[in-house]
């Protein structure tokens, strides 16, 4: 039995939306903005003082590099060819910081970020 062919849809653009509480990566048809595939995974947050919320930065890297091989794999059961990603975006917290070694590229302590919590009253 012959091998299923891939569908020629391209060019496609991925989007990482890499926030506080989730990773998602998301491929569209560039030219009908139609979302092709997705995945999302859920991160872990500590909160040790008010308006602090930290993450550990090995799991954010590894949530990305989970949802692009996931989203990658869908598009493959779909036989839509991953060749044809020719770019891709990245959104990321913006208000969190994170210190690497440089001699080792380990992350000497959690990710830190503002946390603003908003009470209906």
């Known amino acids: 039995m012959a091998a299923a062919k891939k569908a ?8 990482v939306d890499q926030g506080t509480s989730s990773t998602r990566f998301l491929v569209f048809n560039s030219k009908t903005a139609e979302l092709l ?3 999302q995974v859920e991160i872990k947050q500590e909160f040790p003082r008010e308006g602090w919320v930290e993450q550990d930065p090995k799991e954010i890297l590894h949530s990305v590099y989970e949802c692009v ?22 959104s990321n917290q913006r208000e969190t910081t994170v210190v690497w070694d440089k001699l080792t590229g380990e992350p000497l302590y959690n990710a830190v970020g503002k946390y603003i919590c908003i009470l209906n009253e």
């Open 8 to 15: 020629v849809l391209g060019p496609l653009v991925g989007a």
């Open 37 to 39: 595939s997705h995945h």
């Open 69 to 90: 091989e996931k989203t990658c794999e869908k598009l493959g059961q779909l036989n839509i060819d991953i060749s044809n990603i020719k770019a891709i975006g990245v």
